[in-house]
């Protein structure tokens, strides 16, 4: 299963060269890895999340179960 990004659909190899390219010029060899870095902690806190909410809606019919199991 692959996975790709909307918007890196359609591009090509000599766009993302021309974006990856002007991006460096923009930012600069020294703050890119600083960039990066923020970006690599966002997404791991991001999944963070998605992993802690999709735990707390499978555990909440196990809560309804048991509650169902004691009222009976």
Known sequence: MTHQLLFLGSLGGQEIIIIALVILLLF??????ELMRGLGKGVSQFKKG?????????AEPEQN???EIQNK
């Open 65 to 67: 179960k048991e509650k």
């Open 28 to 33: 600069g060899g020294k703050k890119i890895p």
């Open 50 to 58: 998605m992993n802690e909410i999709e735990q707390e809606i499978n």
